[in-house]
């Protein structure tokens, strides 16, 4: 399934919701709608919020699952009891991140190509810890963004750039999880582009501490949060996923990656980031930027330069769907 937080007809409440075709099925509506038609108690008390459905991860899939297929495609454009339409068309409604607010979003650092050509502009060679160590830094938790939102072009910075990363967002939670266990805390997985003020980072990253500021005004993630099983006939006999990654700026093709190439898969991460602390449901792991998947990477001299007020920065992974955001 893929789902979906957006808010619709100018409502500040966030909504959780489904993705169905061309629609995004409210799930509270459609529970309470599908409840008077059939009687079935089992449905009506999935929480309202992706965030909260993540901490039971398992029993609440399994009622949404079911919600699914109870909802005919002829019922869609049904209202509940109020009088509200239990699907909206996606085109009309505003995509926030899947999980606006979560309490932590780990950035890992773990294609090695972008790692190779970004120490290389640093003079550096790779240190041999970063084959054994998925590597992470904190993000800023309250400046996420969705599908479609405008981004405010940050202050103090000239060389604003984009990264484009795919993520994982937690079921359950837990600590000292291993890499063997760890697939069962993903719940699904998303787009992530990891907003960077290059020259803020380098001022910081000079004084061997960040980044922070370079990354901290704006992180988008989206459009939707897919469950692994959309993604089964993606996986190769190594483990490897296959999903084409892609970049476009203002309609040009900037930056074309894989995901397969992904070094420290994210069993590994979550390993890595649960060890000695607890990870709580709907936190984000990001992937790390894919290789040529920044300006940083590719040089501004080759891609027109850094990206401007105005910009539309589009990315694109393989059955994960669309990231869209407009520079302001």
């Known amino acids: ?21 061309s629609y995004i099925v409210d799930i509270e ?16 008390d999935i929480p309202s919020s992706l965030k909260e459905a993540l901490k039971n991860w398992e029993s609440n899939f399994e009622k949404l699952s ?9 019922n869609i454009n049904e209202s509940d009891m ?5 699907a909206s068309l996606e085109s009309d409604v505003e995509l926030m991140a899947p999980v606006p607010d979560p309490q932590s979003f780990r950035d890992f650092y773990a294609f090695e190509q972008h790692v190779r050509s970004a120490r290389k502009l640093r003079g550096l060679d790779m240190h041999p810890d970063w084959f054994k160590i998925p590597i992470f830094y904190f993000s800023n938790p ?13 202050k103090g910075t000239e060389e604003l750039d984009f990264e484009l990363e795919f993520a994982v967002i937690l079921a359950n939670g ?15 997985y998303t787009i992530c582009n990891d907003w960077s003020a290059r020259d803020l980072q380098r001022e910081e990253m000079a ?13 988008s993630f989206g459009p939707y949060m897919v469950t692994p099983d959309e993604l089964e006939d993606a996986w190769d006999e190594q483990g490897k996923l296959h999903l084409r990654m892609t970049c476009h700026i203002n309609d040009e093709l900037i930056s074309d990656g894989n995901t397969n190439d992904l070094y420290h898969p994210f069993e590994k991460m979550i390993e890595r980031a649960s060890m000695n602390t607890k990870l709580l449901p709907g936190e984000y792991l990001g992937s790390g930027t894919v290789g040529t998947g920044c300006i940083l990477e590719l040089r501004p001299e080759n891609t027109g330069g850094w990206i401007k007020k105005g910009d539309v920065v589009r990315l694109e992974v393989e059955k994960l769907g669309v990231l869209e955001n407009k520079i302001v």
């Open 174 to 188: 837990g600590s000292d999880i291993s890499a063997e266990t760890a697939g069962n805390y993903i719940a699904g």
């Open 207 to 219: 004084m061997s501490l960040g980044p922070a500021k370079g990354k901290d005004f704006a992180t």
């Open 29 to 44: 509506r459609c529970a309470n709608w599908l409840n008077q038609q059939n009687e079935d108690i089992n449905i009506v």
């Open 1 to 21: 399934m893929k789902f979906a937080t957006y808010q619709n007809n100018g409502n500040a409440k966030p909504r959780f919701g489904f993705k169905r075709n």
């Open 82 to 86: 109020n009088g509200d339409a239990i």
């Open 142 to 154: 309250v400046a996420m963004f969705g599908h479609g939102s405008s981004i405010n072009y940050p």
């Open 66 to 74: 079911k919600l699914d297929a109870l909802l005919s495609d002829n």
